[in-house]
């Protein structure tokens, strides 16, 4: 079974049919069986002794074999108890890999990672479009534990990651992503680089955490509470978006108040703002709630 060459469709089918399973769509099974792909996510990773990587979303192996054989330690999180078998069969004879069966989403990650070996840790994921925000979510939480992220994203998010302000892509997952990370382009991928072809192309990231962030914020929370607001309703003018948050709570004297003292023109549109202008109304807020 390590034989077996993963990026080959006729391969993997064969590989499939052995274990009578079919790609479950609902799980966003589609197999990378690409070289050249898979050589470039394995570089982005760093793959290589000392290196320890969380990868989720394992699939039938095709990322996990080769980052478990450039010496990296590897802990794949797999959601599909019936890739199990197939999984153990590939990854044989590689003892610097972990399997865990489970949604990664269920996993109190923070203190696996600890109990894992500690240190940073690299995510890479190949991962089903509908779970990217919160798998990115869910890593962002636990960033004292992370050095980056390499995963592959629908074209569409990527734009989202990476976009700048007066652009329609940017907006409040633009903010949350850049303020911890800096964001890459690895690779545009075409969708006929998977079994079965999925309905979009892809592209795969990597989001590199900082030492610190972007911006200098006193009250995070606050701050991602002003940008919600301020793309929640993009086309309103900034004291009017801001005033209209559910989260805020803040009438419209109170939200030109707060833009008065970052010097911020409240007849501005969000997408207008910087991160910085944003976390110079965080922080003015900051003040005027104190
Ligand atoms: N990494 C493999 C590859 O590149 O060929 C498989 C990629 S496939 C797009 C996505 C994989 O993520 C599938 O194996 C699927 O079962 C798994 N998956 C889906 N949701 C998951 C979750 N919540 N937690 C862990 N794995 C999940």
Known sequence: MPDINLTSAPQIKQLLAAHGLHPKKRLGQNFLIDRNVLDRIIDASGAGPGVNILEIGPGLGV?????????????????DCELEHVLRDVLAGLPNVDIVVSDVLR????????????????????????????????????????SAIVMMVQREVAARLQAVPHTSDYGS?????????RVESILKVSRNVFFPVPD?????????????????????????KIVRAAFGKRRKKLFNALSLSPELKWDKDQALNVLDKAGIDGNRRGETLSIEEFAQVANAASDVQE
Not at 173 to 181: A, D, E, G, K
């Open 107 to 146: 996993l109190k990650l923070a203190d696996l990672l600890k109990e894992w070996g500690g240190g940073k840790w690299v995510v890479v994921g190949n991962l089903p479009y509908y779970i990217t925000t919160p798998i990115i979510t869910q890593m962002l939480e636990i960033r004292e534990h992370v």
């Open 63 to 79: 990322v996990t074999r080769e980052l478990a054989e450039r010496g990296a330690r590897v802990v794949c999180v797999e959601a």
């Open 173 to 181: 997952l633009s903010i949350f992503v850049q303020y911890y990370c």
């Open 200 to 224: 979009v192309d892809s592209e795969v990231i990597k989001l590199v955490l900082r030492d610190t962030p972007a911006a200098d914020v006193r009250d995070e929370e606050l701050l991602f």
